[in-house]
């Protein structure tokens, strides 16, 4: 190779610049805080009946359409959450369940519903990921919410998200993102989620995050089969009356607590969250390093302005080598 | 760009413009425009597999991931050049770039195909909308800032062209400052095109999920500069029966070879490092098209590391072929094979989907023969004898 030894330096000059100035001190982004307010939901699998009202209501206040996945168009019948479908119940069916040999609900070879709706992360990466503010954290109640008239739908959102929660309408030609935003419209009229306003065992149910972990951790730690009260609808208001059941056999984990720095809607179940689709995730938001990585890099503008500024000094030396010949030829 | 270090000035070809090879050209463009015309007025889903499983196909996959790294010749040659203040590689510099201007043009272009809401598209660029914490906002940016930088540095083609001396000769006077411009803007997009995976986390195989993704992403993108540049000097020196400058190529060559070996010590260290090495010994897809992707790489630096091989057309055209086959498998399989959002997902993309991107090629390559015939872009003496010989 004919390049010399003193121009290779002053090109690696340049390229050292810019990881010299990458690495120095940029602080590594934590995850984000949940608001002391912040709003959400508690799903309780155990609870849940399968009666799918929070799907009909969602639809209904929502003004969505109706989706088949059955050769009779008779009723609504989404199979997952779509551009059409912000939120569904799934059944999953374990060991024999599968061949029609099924058990009690929760058990061994039985069967579990899990609730399929945004889980409105505290670190969300849809939010991280949106080139253009679509995606907000609003810095009160927590809610993710998404904004058609900002949104230019580059889908980035739906790629990033870790629990494939915002959809995108395929089929119009003046499509948006859909996602529940928790109902957050129906919010001044004094109403709440209507998935948990609906529900008749209290399954999913509304209100102040920390009031919610609250429960959540009371349940986990009652003792299987210990008649226990479960209010229903709004826990902070109690606008309902509550119930008497017996408590299932919790798994000792609320998922939402920890996953990606955590959900603002907790989930209960006595089946692996695993085998209900949702899935093992770290503590770690993966927005939070996404941006250390980016503030790493371009923090300031300090290292491409460094890399630019030696860049201009190489290329003006160079360039006007290059001028000089021209000129002599003429 | 401003004169060169004694070699003869760039001229245009001339010849006819219309051929059978045009000809076929302008009909697959048009295909892609019928396509077009029916993905907008009746959604995406119409004329694509997308879903939303599978959000990105290969509209950003290809045409603007892969076609964005294919259309680095401009900004290899142009560090070379420089930076590394190579002028021997001066000849190359406008052929290289119009290709590059091209290629970013059209993947600039083919966003708006693939964005949902193009009509907000300008919202990137807006305060107040635009959101800096956004890998995606970073490539937007650099790369839209790097389309308007490079058509500055193919002005003077234009201004050769009409006359237009005094223009020229002031824009001379800031081009320094244009090419660093141009060399700055794809470092960071190059690079930030593999940092838009690090927020999708585990839906990414470890094979490919890293924190080097930009380091990764950057020296392929710059190898595969390169090999374009020795594919487009092959190929146009076939097609317009021009002598092939194999001097130059050979050295460019070795120059790859350095860049590539680089290359394959940091993605196999960081496999290592990771722990992740050992998913690709496992029997499956990832595993299967993580080898065709490093083969893809390992294959060019074992015929580039003979220098006998350098100075051959044919190994030369072979290796530059399979470098840029291997970006191109490196982005499908980190975008794609690699990406798993959960069960039940499937996307390969439909017929019209690929007559889109095949209508995108066609529409640069006939760009591309267009205005070598029309504006000083190949160098000089050659140029003469290649119309000499058309006679």
């Known amino acids: ?330 | 760009m401003s004169a060169s270090h004694n070699h003869p000035a760039p001229a245009p070809l001339g010849g006819s413009l219309v051929t059978p090879t045009t000809t076929l050209l302008a009909i697959l463009v048009a295909i892609a425009g019928v396509i077009l015309l029916v993905r907008f007025l009746f959604g995406i889903g119409a004329v694509t597999n997308v879903n939303d499983g599978y959000t990105w196909g290969i509209w950003v996959v290809y045409d603007v991931v892969i076609g964005s790294a294919l259309a680095c010749g401009g900004y290899s040659v142009a560090l070379l050049v420089y930076i590394f203040n190579k002028g021997d590689y001066h000849p190359m510099i406008r052929p290289a770039l119009l290709a590059s201007l091209f290629g970013y043009t059209l993947a600039g272009a083919g966003v708006i195909f693939d964005l949902g809401r193009y009509w907000n598209f300008w919202h990137i660029f807006w305060p107040g909308y635009a959101q800096i914490n956004s890998v995606m906002f970073e490539v937007a940016v650099c790369i839209t800032a790097y389309i308007i930088v490079m058509w500055i540095e193919f002005s003077p083609a234009f201004l050769e062209k009409f006359g237009l001396k005094d223009i020229k000769k002031k824009l001379n006077k800031a081009l320094f400052f244009i090419i660093a411009l141009g060399i700055l803007l794809p470092s960071m997009h190059q690079s930030s095109l593999g940092s838009l995976l690090v927020v999708f986390g585990y839906q990414i195989h470890p094979l490919w999920q890293t924190m080097l993704l930009p380091l990764i992403y950057l020296i392929s993108a710059l190898t595969m500069g390169f090999a374009v540049v020795i594919f487009e000097a092959c190929v146009a020196s076939s097609g317009f029966k021009r002598p092939l400058e194999m001097y130059l190529l050979g050295k460019l060559s070795q120059v790859m070879w350095w860049m590539l070996t680089a290359y394959l010590i940091v993605r196999v260290v960081d496999l290592v490092v990771r722990g992740a090495i050992g998913t690709a010994f496992v029997f499956n897809i990832e595993a299967f098209m993580f080898w065709i992707e490093m083969a893809l790489f390992i294959a060019p630096m074992v015929i580039l590391s003979n220098a006998d091989s350098r100075k051959q057309p044919a190994k030369l055209f072979v290796a530059a072929c399979s470098l840029m086959l291997a970006g191109f498998i490196l982005r499908i399989n980190s975008f794609l094979v690699g990406y798993e959002t959960g069960p039940g997902w499937h996307y390969f993309p439909s017929v019209s989907e690929i007559m889109v991107s095949i209508g995108m090629i066609a529409f640069e390559v006939l760009a591309y023969i267009v205005l070598v015939r029309y504006l000083p872009v190949l160098s000089g003496n050659t140029a003469q004898s290649a119309i000499a010989s058309n006679k």
Not at chain 1, 11 to 17: D, K, N, W
Not at chain 1, 255 to 279: C, D, H, I, N, R
């Open chain 1, 1 to 330: 190779m004919t390049i010399s030894r003193r121009d290779f330096l002053k090109g690696a000059l340049a390229g050292s610049a810019l990881l010299a100035t990458g690495t120095s001190p940029a602080e590594a982004r934590p995850n984000k805080v949940m608001p002391e307010e912040a709003l959400g939901l508690l799903y309780d699998s155990t609870l849940c009946i399968g009666c799918k009202a929070c799907v009909s209501a969602c639809k209904e206040v929502n003004n969505m359409p109706p989706e088949f996945s059955v050769e009779d168009q008779l009723w609504d019948t989404p199979r997952d959450i779509s551009g059409k479908t912000l939120n569904v119940i799934k059944v999953y069916e374990d060991g024999t369940c599968k061949t029609g040999a099924c058990g009690d609900k929760d058990s061994e070879n039985g069967f579990a519903f899990m609730k399929v709706s945004c889980l409105h992360c505290v670190d969300p990466s849809c939010v991280s990921a949106c080139p253009v503010s679509a995606m907000t954290k609003d810095p009160v109640t927590g809610i993710v919410g998404y904004d058609k008239s900002i949104c230019i739908g580059c889908r980035y959102c739906v790629a990033a998200c870790p629990f494939g929660v915002p959809r995108f309408q395929y089929d119009k030609a003046l499509p948006q993102i859909s996602k529940c935003q928790l109902c957050r419209h129906r919010m001044g009229e004094g109403k709440y989620a209507a998935c948990a306003e609906v529900c008749p065992t209290g399954a999913t149910l509304y209100g102040k995050v920390k009031d919610l972990h609250a429960e959540a951790k009371r349940r986990v730690a009652l003792k299987p089969g210990e008649e226990t009260v479960f209010p229903r609808g709004n826990i902070n208001t109690h606008d309902q009356s509550p119930h008497t059941a017996k408590a299932a056999k919790y798994l000792p984990q609320i998922y939402g607590e920890k996953e990606v720095g955590g959900t603002q809607m907790l989930k209960l179940s006595a089946m692996p969250f695993e085998k209900l689709g949702m899935p093992k995730l770290p503590e770690r938001s993966f927005a939070a390093t996404s941006e250390t990585m980016q503030h790493t890099l371009y923090g300031g503008l300090i290292a491409p302005l460094a890399f630019l500024g030696v860049l201009t000094f190489v290329a003006k030396r160079n360039v006007k080598n290059d001028d000089d010949a021209g000129d002599e030829k003429k």
